[in-house]
Nanobody, 114 residues
Framework: QVQVAESGGGLVQPGGSLRLSCAAS????????MGWYRQAPGKQRELVAT?????????NYADSVKGRFTISRDNAKNTVYLQMNSLNVEDTAVYYC??????WGQGTQVTVSS
């Protein structure tokens, strides 16, 4: 059994930064893709970023966050991170972390507001 939990969400002003963490319990060595999705009110859940376990980690980003967000991981700690910079109001959403598109966290709220 793999359990996933996000943390680090909160309220931030436009232009500010937040770093989300996603900690997994249990063995995840057979999972090769991890990442983040988000869902804003009235919108469909959308892909934010993905990262692979092998090597230094290959990353992919949604066009809307490319250049502002950075996904990283620490395999030894079983943790995935999402560094979010230059936040704007359109980034307001519940952010969900996943391991292998199979194990998901409960989500953490990110609110960008003045």
């Amino acid at each position: 059994q793999v359990q996933v939990a996000e943390s680090g969400g909160g309220l931030v002003q436009p232009g500010g930064s937040l770093r989300l963490s996603c900690a997994a319990s249990g063995s995840t060595t057979s999972i090769y893709v991890m990442g983040w999705y988000r869902q804003a009110p009235g919108k469909q859940r959308e892909l934010v970023a993905t990262i692979t376990r092998i090597g230094v980690g290959s990353t992919n980003y949604a066009d809307s966050v490319k250049g502002r967000f950075t996904i990283s991981r620490d395999n030894a700690k079983n943790t995935v991170y999402l560094q979010m910079n230059s936040l704007n109001v359109e980034d307001t959403a519940v952010y969900y972390c996943h391991y292998g598109f199979r194990y998901w966290g409960q989500g953490t709220q990110v609110t960008v507001s003045s």
